[in-house]
Structures are given as structure tokens and as C-alpha cells.
């Protein structure tokens, strides 16, 4: 079975220069591309890739703040962080975030598919371009239970049962059409849903609630 991958970036030439470096003759399979923190971490939620190659400096949500929450959303995920520099303060705070570990950005080829396949086995692999500290992590709502987040949630935006599963729905990447068949409502109805739920959680669009459901710690 081919690994499966994400790619985060916010230069869109290197996600795809990446992609085919990494796809040309592995068995390597790049599942989504994402252009900022917020989007990786909808597609880690939706997709639950084996790993993610998370760029430390992206608009709308930097990766290390995005690490955090796909920790939570896609547990059995592996995190390895990208970027040109390599910096100690960084990648201290990458694998205090979650990260498994952090390679710069110029890495050949051979080394770089050597640390995916190597990171996503469980293995130990010394390379230059790979720091890896080993750090324990626990959960932020270890002490919560779903039906309990779900209750807070509502209760502190006070959304309607509609919208609080309107919410969940967004969180597992799902578009109107795929919400309007999971609740059998009709596809205006659910956009009028949207248009009163993103007042109420003080975001502009479905990306941005749905990263505010992972922070709560929506399930």
C-alpha cells in the first residue's frame, strides 16, 4: 500500500516540484496539497495521511500552531517539519507541538525519501538534514469526553443541534452537498445554517470554523 502524504506549503511551485519528487518511482502517494496552516489541518482531519510535511512559516496559521491541532485531529499522523533555516528555537517548539521531526528544505532527494519512509516506519534515521528529538504528548481533552466538548461548545457560541453537526461535518472536510445527504436537509437550508453559524463563531468561512472546532476540541 502506497504511503500516503500531505504536502503544506505556501509556494505552490515547491508543493509541486515536491509532489514529483516524491511520487516519480516510489511508492509514495501525495493525497492533497495544502497553501496554509489552516487548510493542512482540514485535510489532516479529513484525510488522516500518514504524514504531513508541514512548512514552519505559512499565511493564516504558521505550522507549528498547525502541528498542535493535527496532533489532536489525526492522531496516528506523523508530522515532519520543513524549512530552509535550520533553527534550534524552531524545531524545539516544532516537537514540543507534536512534530516528529523537522528536515530543511535542502535535502537531496534519496535523503528525503529515506526520512519519510524511515519517520512513517518508526525507524530511527541520522541525517544531516533531520532533527529528532523524542518528546511524549497527551492530549489537550484527555479529561473531556465527545458529548461533553459538544455541550460546552454549544453552550458558548449558542449554536442550535443543526448547526453544532454542521459544525462536526465541516471539521471532516465535507462540502454542502456531501452535509445537505449526511443530514437530509436540503442545500439551502444548509447554507442558511452557514450563514448564521459563522456570526456566531466570528469567523469568514468554512476553513476558519472548522480550525475553530479543532482548537475547542470538536470530534
Do not use: W
Amino acid at each position: 500500500m502506497a504511503l500516503r502524504l500531505l504536502i503544506a506549503d505556501d509556494e505552490r511551485l515547491f508543493r509541486e516540484s515536491l509532489r514529483v519528487l516524491l511520487e516519480t518511482g516510489t511508492d509514495i502517494k501525495v493525497v492533497a496539497e495544502a497553501g496554509d496552516g489552516q487548510e493542512a489541518v482540514v485535510q489532516a482531519r479529513a484525510l488522516q495521511p500518514d504524514i504531513v510535511l508541514l512548512d514552519v512559516h505559512m499565511p493564516k496559521m504558521n505550522g507549528i500552531e498547525a502541528a498542535k491541532l493535527i496532533v489532536s485531529v489525526a492522531p496516528q499522523t506523523k508530522i515532519l517539519m520543513l524549512s530552509v533555516h535550520r533553527d534550534d528555537e524552531k524545531i524545539s517548539s516544532a516537537i514540543s507541538a507534536g512534530a516528529t521531526g523537522y528536515i530543511l528544505k535542502d535535502t537531496d532527494r534519496k535523503d528525503f525519501i529515506d526520512i519519510i519512509k524511515s519517520t512513517h516506519a518508526g525507524k530511527a534515521h541520522t541525517s544531516p538534514y533531520l532533527a529528532r528529538p523524542q518528546i511524549n504528548h497527551s492530549s489537550r481533552h484527555e479529561d473531556l469526553g465527545p458529548e461533553e466538548i459538544r455541550r460546552k461548545i454549544r453552550e458558548k457560541y449558542g449554536l442550535t443541534d443543526h448547526e453544532l453537526e454542521i459544525l462536526c461535518l465541516l471539521t471532516e472536510g465535507l462540502n454542502n452537498e456531501e452535509i445537505s445527504q449526511a443530514m437530509r436537509l436540503a442545500r439551502e437550508t444548509v447554507k442558511g445554517h452557514l450563514k448564521t453559524l459563522f456570526p456566531k463563531l466570528k469567523v469568514k468561512n468554512r476553513t476558519e470554523a472548522a480550525v475553530l472546532a479543532v482548537r475547542e476540541g470538536l470530534e
